[in-house]
């Protein structure tokens, strides 16, 4: 494990290197991502107010707003660039390179986004986290922030992470197919945005439809996190959904290192 | 007669760069089909973001379902519209003046906005295209629309300056990026504001509603002209105010973008 660390630890430096020469620009795509938060946020107070109820299918408003905010949270921390990287470097050619070199394919991109993701955690963690306190702080009149909530539902953002690194990694390698790789990854995005409860909660959904996306691994990615921050999910179901998401979590890291192993034998890269 | 006949080359070039494009697209039909499936997928998924809602609800702030999806609708072709023709923009912000490649154009015998939006056609707007018109289809037999020739007029004329209203806010912050080299992210920061535009503005509150109206008046968009056809209103203030609206936007971007080619120092080398 140490050997392992002091192997990849200056990409992790040459990724937080990295966002930190971007961190401006980075301000100004999150300030724009979360312009929709407040959209949904109006969206669902006119929601609230023309229904006459106190709570939709289960959830109260400030439910409601918590799960807009903490949404948008986690799908910006766990997202994964991966899908991208590995397609563009399939596309030029530039993975052979990778090949040659007697270190993991998978981890130097990996440890490289953990050190991206240090920029989102310092500049969107915070206040949107301090934002969703001080609003339910508000509302409720009484402080809603629980230290046990939260520390699981980090847990299970890391989980999260892992699993969306290694199913985009397996996504990236549709390079193979596509070259279209701005089209597909948009598309891809859309899909799992909502199959992961990015758009709505997927306590929404009609019975045996929910039920298969609680199942599926896109329910990991998003949903279970954030039910677990609002405090929707007891022991037992907490259990479970980490129980899940480790699974979920094997299942890509197994199936990408079968692509990787095989492709690596059939794989030709044009020029040279 | 000097001026028609540059419009009329004008036109001709275009026709010519969108034959091309055209070309391209033949030659890479699945890339196409992908990125206007993406554009598909991503309305698709919004829509069914509503119809859960209005699942449960009867109306929202008393506009019903199919008057919502006629806003949405119509704020998706302007959209698509600017999509379309000026995507190029956005690589101004991006890498053209960052990487020194806006000196090409400046060696082109048209004006270099022109030369910069001709460039790319974005087939991939067909997508949004396709939905909004679809969305409108849907809508219109449920809403009380009349269809007249002043009605048909007033429509096109709203679509028109709808899309110079993109274009605009694409135009000034794109600018941007000849003095301060990449613009890209405020361009995105500026763009995603038209979101707010898909729905009723009555449901934001008094600030926000001040900013997509007066500031950056995306709401001038879809809500102002889609609602004057539905629900009636002022058509000088709803659709007067569109092309008010556009004609100063492009106005200032037009300006910005002629100073900022003058203060266009080239990359290095």
């Known amino acids: 494990m140490r050997k392992i660390l002091k192997i990849y630890k200056p990409f992790t430096h040459a990724g937080v290197l990295l966002a930190a020469q971007y961190r401006v620009n980075f301000v100004f795509f999150i300030l724009g991502d979360v312009l929709r938060c407040f959209i949904n946020y109006f969206l669902w107070h006119a929601v609230f107010k023309s229904g006459g109820a106190e709570t939709f299918m289960g959830f109260s408003e400030i439910d409601m707003v918590s799960y807009i905010f903490i949404s948008f949270l986690t799908t910006t921390l766990a997202y994964s660039d991966g899908a991208y990287a590995v397609g563009e470097e399939i596309r030029d050619g530039s993975i052979a390179m990778r090949m040659?070199?007697?270190?993991?394919?998978?981890?130097?991109?990996?440890?490289?986004?953990?050190?991206?993701?240090?920029?989102?955690?310092?500049?969107?963690?915070?206040?949107?986290?301090?934002?969703?306190?001080?609003?339910?702080?508000?509302?409720?009149?009484?402080?809603?922030?629980?230290?046990?909530?939260?520390?699981?539902?980090?847990?299970?953002?890391?989980?999260?992470?892992?699993?969306?690194?290694?199913?985009?990694?397996?996504?990236?390698?549709?390079?193979?197919?596509?070259?279209?790789?701005?089209?597909?990854?948009?598309?891809?995005?859309?899909?799992?945005?909502?199959?992961?409860?990015?758009?709505?909660?997927?306590?929404?959904?009609?019975?045996?439809?929910?039920?298969?996306?609680?199942?599926?691994?896109?329910?990991?990615?998003?949903?279970?996190?954030?039910?677990?921050?609002?405090?929707?999910?007891?022991?037992?179901?907490?259990?479970?959904?980490?129980?899940?998401?480790?699974?979920?979590?094997?299942?890509?890291?197994?199936?990408?290192?079968?692509?990787?192993?095989?492709?690596?034998?059939?794989?030709?890269?044009?020029?040279? | 007669m000097k001026r028609l006949s540059k419009i009329h080359r004008m036109f001709k070039l275009h026709r010519i760069f969108i034959k091309q494009d055209l070309k391209r697209l033949m030659e890479y039909k699945i890339d196409f089909l992908t990125g206007a499936l993406g554009m598909l997928v991503s309305q698709a998924v919004e829509l069914v973001f509503l119809s859960v809602i209005f699942a449960q609800i009867p109306s929202l702030e008393g506009w019903t379902f199919t008057q919502i999806l006629f806003i949405y609708g119509f704020a998706l072709l302007p959209k698509a519209i600017d999509h379309l023709f000026t995507d190029n923009l956005w690589m101004i912000g991006y890498t053209i003046i960052r990487k020194g490649e806006f000196d090409k154009y400046l060696t082109r015998p048209v004006s270099s906005l022109f030369a910069v939006t001709v460039e790319k056609f974005q087939i991939d707007a067909f997508g949004e295209l396709f939905v909004g018109f679809v969305l409108l289809g849907i809508s219109i037999p449920g809403v009380s629309l009349e269809i007249s020739a002043l009605n048909i007029l007033l429509f096109i004329v709203a679509l028109f300056f709808s899309t110079f209203i993109y274009t605009g806010v694409k135009l000034i912050t794109a600018s941007v990026a000849f003095w301060t080299k990449r613009s890209g992210q405020i361009i995105y920061m500026f763009y995603m504001i038209n979101e707010f535009s898909k729905y009723p503005t009555t449901i934001y509150n008094k600030a926000v509603r001040f900013i997509v109206t007066y500031i950056v008046p995306f709401a001038f968009t879809a809500f102002f002209p889609a609602s004057y056809f539905i629900v009636g209103g002022n058509p000088w203030y709803n659709i007067g105010g569109t092309v008010v609206m556009a004609v100063l936007l492009m106005s200032i971007g037009i300006f910005l973008w002629n100073r900022g080619v003058k203060a266009y120092e080239s990359a290095g080398s």
Do not use: H
Request: charged share 10%; with cysteine.
């Open chain 1, 100 to 272: 040659i070199k007697p270190i993991r394919f998978d981890l130097a991109f990996l440890f490289q986004e953990l050190g991206e993701r240090t920029m989102s955690l310092l500049l969107a963690f915070l206040p949107l986290v301090a934002g969703v306190e001080i609003f339910r702080f508000f509302a409720t009149g009484r402080f809603a922030f629980n230290l046990w909530f939260f520390l699981l539902y980090f847990v299970s953002l890391v989980l999260a992470y892992l699993i969306n690194f290694y199913f985009n990694v397996c996504f990236g390698y549709t390079a193979f197919v596509l070259k279209n790789l701005w089209g597909a990854n948009f598309m891809k995005d859309c899909i799992v945005g909502f199959l992961s409860g990015g758009i709505i909660p997927l306590a929404f959904m009609p019975g045996w439809l929910g039920t298969a996306l609680n199942l599926l691994p896109f329910a990991s990615l998003t949903y279970t996190p954030v039910m677990i921050y609002i405090g929707k999910l007891d022991g037992i179901a907490i259990l479970l959904s980490f129980g899940l998401q480790i699974f979920w979590l094997a299942f890509f890291f197994v199936l990408q290192q079968v692509i990787w192993n095989a492709s690596v034998k059939r794989m030709s890269v044009q020029g040279g």
